[in-house]
């Protein structure tokens, strides 16, 4: 015979119970009731989990940078955007020299030189444009240097600013720049940074 189990709900110890989870009930009513009746406790554990989740993410680099690049390549669409705009003319893929159409989400803030193999240039503006994001930035891994169909990164920044400037910032970005190191609360006051930018130009254009 089974060893007697007391049941959560209304206490009684009986040899006929249920099991669910690690707590014993007389039968799936009870077990439902006890559930019903302390559905607090199961809220406030998931708060602490989530706030245990949170405190842990907030020292987390990976973390930070995550929500950080984020920030920086929706400041930077704007930017490259506003660069065109202001010019009067349609805004461009970087690489490929289409324009978006009215397609949403079309752009993204395509790296010339790549986050995993140069971090020290994630957040450097210099090493960032507009660019169709499926075709060239995802498909064509940035499409650095072109193909039959397109002309590249590297000759769309001698279009866009011409070849001094696009040498200069070749130049640059070739470069050795050391690495950051930077610790969470210095990203996290980047990222705050990169933030007030945005709602400055957000502003200014609902105000325009």
């Not at 406790?41 to 405190?55: C, D, L, N, P, V």
């Not at 030189?113 to 020290?120: D, N, Q, S, V």
Request: net charge positive; hydrophobic share 30%; glycine share 6%.
């Amino acid at each position: 015979m089974a060893n007697k189990r007391k049941c959560k709900h209304c206490k009684t110890s009986t040899h006929d119970f249920v099991v669910l989870g690690v707590m014993a009930f007389c039968n799936v009513d009870h077990a439902t009731k006890y559930a019903y009746a302390n559905k607090h406790k199961g809220a406030a554990i998931k708060r602490r989990a989530a706030h245990s989740i949170a405190k842990k993410d907030k020292t987390n680099l990976a973390h930070q940078h995550k929500l950080t690049q984020v920030s920086f390549n929706k400041l930077r669409r704007m930017q490259c955007i506003k660069f065109y705009t202001d010019k009067g003319i349609q805004p461009v893929c970087i690489s490929c020299g289409r324009e978006a159409k009215g397609k949403v989400g079309y752009f993204c803030c395509g790296h010339n030189k790549t986050r995993g193999e140069y971090p020290e240039l994630a957040y450097d503006e210099i090493n960032t444009e507009l660019q169709c994001n499926k075709s060239c930035n995802m498909e064509l891994s940035g499409n650095i240097n072109g193909n039959k169909t397109t002309h590249g990164y590297i000759e769309g920044l001698i279009i866009k600013y011409g070849e001094e400037e696009a040498k200069r910032r070749m130049d640059y970005l070739e470069e050795n720049h050391p690495p950051k190191n930077l610790k969470w609360f210095e990203i996290k006051e980047l990222r705050a940074k990169i933030n007030k930018q945005i709602r400055a130009m957000e502003l200014t254009k609902t105000n325009s």
